[in-house]
């Protein structure tokens, strides 16, 4: 018989990198929530980006760590940005069960032009395109891939049209960033990234209770068919969206502190944390296969004084070949 999952006072508190999945019976809720620390720091300093760049990729490698979890199987969750913004490429990419990596691809000087201008609002450096979920279970399955517009004023309020479209669950996503400054053990001043983010989704018993909102029709209609919200929804929306960005990042609340003063009123409950690492899944062997399936003249093309240097976009990890290894025989 499964034992009961615990109450929020009868386990160890996750801590950083852990994500903590919970469950809210007297609403009707279950979800996820998380705040990265070294693993965020790790991805970020690795690559050195500008605070605007870092901060946008910060809140994409929470969302895709809180769905990431949720993989019932091996596979892989991408996140992706593609726009004609300053910051044109954010991915983010999970492995499950527990390894995450990430990177930006931004235009610097496009970049430079935004902040002199007081344009460096996450809308305005993304600009227009995209967002993808790609859920990858392997190479013998087909891929799935969820796409909706950038159309949000941040990626938190950009997600929430993502589930309302695409999942179709009623669901609530929270996402928070930080930079702290403070002093090592030696006394030294050092610099450190901090993220945190919560996913609330509804998910009752009966399904016609999933009832939302009609979405806006186009060329500014302002009338038609409304459908109000299951009241137990409305309430755990409610509640989820009076959390304060500090709180989300802050290592003196701790998740499951946030948790209980969301939902202790309706008996939350939390389950055993998951940890994620950063870990990338290149490797020497992989690359190589890539470059023994180019054509004599690629290789050539690609080599210089007769070796092929190639990092890898995530870690930065730089692998060399001299062109005999990898011209086919």
Same mark, same amino acid.
């Given at each position: ?18 994500? /903590? ?7 009707? !809720? +279950?979800?996820? $929530? ?5 693993? *965020? #720091? @790790? ?47 954010? /991915? ?7 390894? !995450? +990596?990430?990177? $930006? ?5 496009? *970049? #430079? @032009? ?57 669901? +609530? ?157």
């Amino acid at each position: 018989m499964a034992q009961p999952a615990p109450t929020l006072g009868e386990i160890d508190f996750a801590g950083d990198d852990h994500v /903590v999945p919970f469950q809210v019976e007297g609403l009707d !809720v +279950r979800g996820r $929530a998380v705040q990265l620390g070294p693993v *965020l #720091d @790790a991805i970020l300093e690795r690559h050195d980006y500008p605070q605007p760049v870092a901060r946008l990729l910060a809140e994409a490698i929470v969302l895709t760590v809180l769905l990431g979890t949720s993989l019932k199987f091996e596979g892989k969750l991408i996140l992706q940005t593609k726009s004609d913004g300053p910051v044109d490429l954010l /991915v983010a990419d999970f492995s499950s069960p527990e390894n !995450v +990596r990430a990177y $930006a691809r931004f235009d610097a000087d496009a *970049l #430079d @032009a935004a902040v002199q201008s007081g344009k460096a609002a996450p809308h305005e450096l993304l600009g227009k395109g995209i967002l993808a979920f790609t859920i990858d279970q392997g190479a013998h399955t087909q891929r799935y891939q969820g796409i909706v517009a950038l159309d949000g004023h941040t990626l938190e309020e950009i997600a929430g049209v993502y589930f309302r479209q695409s999942e179709q669950i009623p669901t +609530r996503v929270r996402l928070g960033v930080a930079e702290l400054f403070d002093r090592d053990e030696n006394g030294k001043a050092r610099h450190r990234w901090r993220a945190g983010g919560m996913v609330a989704q509804f998910l009752p018993e009966s399904p016609e209770r999933m009832r939302q909102a009609d979405l806006p029709g186009g060329d500014g209609e302002k009338f038609g068919h409304s459908i109000g919200e299951d009241d137990k929804w409305a309430e755990a929306r409610s509640l989820v969206e009076t959390i304060d960005a500090d709180e989300l990042t802050d290592p003196n609340v701790g998740t499951e502190r946030l948790l209980f003063r969301l939902f202790h009123e309706r008996g939350v409950r939390v389950y055993p944390p998951q940890q994620v690492f950063d870990r990338c899944s290149c490797s020497r062997d992989k690359l190589k296969a890539v470059l023994s399936s180019l054509s004599p003249d690629e290789v050539e093309n690609t080599a210089t004084d007769g070796h092929i240097a190639a990092t890898c976009e995530f870690c930065s990890t730089t692998y060399r070949f001299e062109v005999g290894e990898v011209t086919a025989a």
